[in-house]
Each structure stands twice: as C-alpha cells, then as structure tokens.
C-alpha cells in the first residue's frame, strides 16, 4: 500500500505544482493586465463624462454678448483679419459661406472659410487670440496645416471659423 500511496501522493503533488506554476506563470500576469486595463478604463470613462458634460453644454450655448447682425459682418472679418496681420499670418482667402440656422438658438452661424501661410507659433497665437475678439464670437470648425518643403519654416494652413450672427427677426 506505501507504494500505491506514494504514487498517488507524488501524482496530487504534481497536480498541485503543475497548477501553482500555471496560475503564477499565466494567471499572474494576466490579472494584474487585467487590473491595470480596469483602472485605464476608468480614466478613460471619467474623461468620456467630462466631454459629453461638455459637449451637451456646447449645445445649450446661450450668447450673452453683443452678436453682430448681417449687415455687420464686415467688422467680424475686418477684426478677424487684423488680429491675424497682429500675428504675421498671410492670408491667401477668406470666404464667407452660406448661413446656418442652429437649433433652439437665438442667433445663426456663418461659417468662413480660411486659407493663410504662418509660422508655427504665430497660427498658434492667432487661434488662441480668436477666443478674445471684442466684436465677434467666433469658434473653429474645422482645421487643417500641412508643411510644405518650400516655405518652411512656414506652414499652409486653412480652417473654416463660425462666426455667430443675431438670428433675423
């Protein structure tokens, strides 16, 4: 009987082993994985609410301010294409797109679309200074740089900006 018990000792004892080792070789690491994928998730999720708390906002934007109406639109671009000489920016073409009417909103959105030649840095200052403009409210839609070998340090760049209108009574 010693030697049937021995056997059978030696197999548990293997078993055993054979699980332990699987469990600290495979397990391990995939737990802690496992673990460190949980906790990206949640950041991942607080920064999902903080946006869409941000977003559903954006939609409920009220202007306080002093929109301009249609026929002052020309001071919104000369305003925009002053602060933008400010900061050394060339701009090749501003066009004036056709007019948008927003949902459950007291004014309208005319969207403009720009294509200019900066450096870096002064594009930069330039989009940062269009959040201070005195006449208009304006945001950016879109925005697109591209280098370009033959002007460098220079960059093409063209953006569509929204300037935002009282809504015609």
Do not use: W
Request: proline share 4%; net charge neutral.
């Amino acid at each position: 009987m010693d030697i049937k018990q021995n056997h059978q000792l030696i197999i548990i004892l293997a078993i055993s082993s054979g699980a332990a080792l699987f469990f600290l070789v495979l397990m391990g690491p995939l737990s802690g994985r496992v673990r460190s994928s949980n906790h990206e998730l949640r950041v991942v999720q607080e920064q999902l609410a903080v946006s869409r708390a941000e977003v559903e906002s954006a939609r409920k934007l009220q202007f306080n301010g002093p929109l301009l109406s249609r026929e002052e639109i020309s001071l919104a671009m000369d305003e925009i294409t002053k602060t933008g000489k400010a900061f050394n920016i060339n701009f090749f073409s501003i066009s004036p797109q056709d007019l948008e009417d927003i949902a459950d909103s007291a004014c309208q959105r005319l969207p403009v679309a720009i294509e200019a030649e900066s450096e870096y840095k002064d594009l930069g200052l330039f989009i940062g200074a269009l959040e201070d403009l005195k006449e208009s409210v304006v945001t950016i839609r879109n925005f697109k740089m591209v280098r370009d070998q033959a002007i460098l340090p220079r960059i093409r760049s063209s953006l569509v900006i929204d300037l935002y209108l009282k809504r015609k009574p």
